[in-house]
């Protein structure tokens, strides 16, 4: 049957897992201001009135003593700045157990098994970690994205708009939206399911919050054309939505990798993101993944495409390059990989150096996804005509 379901979610930048994202990256960010060569690993764990910071953090300009700002500050920002809702940045417990990074993970990436063997230029720095990243596009949108978790996105950010701009200020920061699109064969047609759920003030009936959220949100975030008839729209299922965040259920770094990534549409390596400076393949990997099928979409050479890339820790190169493009691409999927190949290099000097990701960019990328927002690095279009151009040679 060409006729088919396929569903995503996203989740608000109040979710307990999510407020130990924004911490983490925050903390990335601090560090990567005061030394853009800092190596960090920042895990978060969040409950009631308590944040744990842990892992590894290596460079000579870190104060430990100022993490604890960047974690009350950030907890704030979210909005969870009330006794009332169980996690007050102002009176959280703060712990905090960052330590140096491990020395035997250090020399690996510092100085890689090709550089000891006499490579130069990008082959200095080795791996941070061994592991596969996917990365994907497709042309269901003008993000090249898919359009279901495209749309979680949408609603997840319309949410956390009208609270914190006070169209809606009884809601609060925790929340969640699931998009089920109905597709004829790789067309998406029409939105079959929406479910959104809100944390919100105790003294708001389920009838307004279902009339308002429709209205202001659901509404607002999803193309009307994309909406008919026969759409079911659950709001708040279970009728009640008061104790949330980390009051209402732990968090933790790392825990939304699917909601991160391309909602459940292709296959995920299982590395987490948040925390995690360059040095580490499973950020940059994926990030640079995702910017060479992007550029393989939007030049045309596939409707859809999906790239696998593999490493082994402290070594330079990957061990493998997989594309796949289902059927859509312009050429052979073992001459597009030659393709990609010639024009891009997974080296990860080459990643961090031709994406400039030694830079504080990194909190912009922890709520509603790590991919389609068009000011990232790796969302850029820049290496459509080099591919063109080196397709030409093997036509």
Not at 247 to 256: F, I, N, P
Request: net charge negative.
């Amino acid at each position: 049957m060409k006729y088919r379901l396929f569903t995503s979610e996203s989740v608000t930048e109040g979710h307990p897992d999510k407020v130990c994202d924004s911490i983490s990256d925050a903390v990335l960010d601090a560090v990567l201001t005061l030394d853009s060569a800092a190596h960090c690993a920042c895990e978060t764990c969040a409950t009631t009135d308590m944040v744990l910071v842990m892992g590894e953090i290596r460079s000579a300009a870190i104060d430990p003593a100022f993490i604890e700002q960047i974690v009350r500050d950030t907890v704030a920002g979210i909005g969870y700045d009330r006794p009332d809702m169980g996690f007050d940045s102002h009176t959280l417990q703060f712990i905090n157990r960052l330590h140096s990074q491990s020395t035997d993970i250090a020399q690996g990436v510092d100085v890689s098994e090709e550089a000891i063997a006499g490579g130069t230029d990008y082959d200095r720095q080795g791996a941070g970690d061994q592991g596969m990243m996917y990365g994907f596009a497709c042309n269901e949108t003008d993000c090249l994205m898919p359009l279901p978790i495209t749309l979680a996105h949408a609603l997840t950010a319309r949410l956390t708009e009208v609270r914190k701009s006070g169209i809606l200020p009884y809601l609060r920061p925790d929340g969640k939206a699931q998009v089920t699109v109905e597709y004829d064969g790789l067309k998406p047609v029409r939105v079959h399911t929406v479910v959104v759920s809100t944390q919100h003030d105790a003294d708001v009936s389920q009838a307004q919050i279902r009339a308002d959220v429709i209205r202001e949100v659901i509404q607002k975030a999803i193309p009307a054309d994309m909406l008919y008839e026969g759409t079911k729209i659950y709001v708040n299922p279970t009728g009640r939505f008061v104790i949330g965040g980390p009051d209402g259920d732990s968090g933790l770094t790392g825990r939304k990798i699917i909601v991160d990534t391309y909602g459940g549409y292709c296959p995920h390596g299982g590395g987490a993101f948040s925390g995690k400076d360059p040095s580490k393949v499973d950020r940059s990997a994926a990030y640079y993944a995702r910017y060479v099928c992007k550029n393989v979409v939007a030049a045309g050479l596939a409707e859809r495409c999906q790239l696998e890339v593999s490493y082994a820790i402290g070594r330079a190169h990957p061990l493998s390059i997989r594309v796949s493009t289902f059927g859509t691409g312009v050429v052979s999927d073992d001459v597009l990989e030659q393709v990609v190949q010639a024009v891009f290099d997974f080296r990860p000097a080459a990643i961090i150096e031709g994406l400039g990701l030694n830079r504080p960019i990194y909190r912009a990328t922890t709520n509603y996804g790590h991919f389609g927002k068009p000011s990232l690095p790796w969302e850029q279009t820049d290496r459509v005509d080099e591919l063109k151009k080196e397709l030409l040679r093997w036509k």
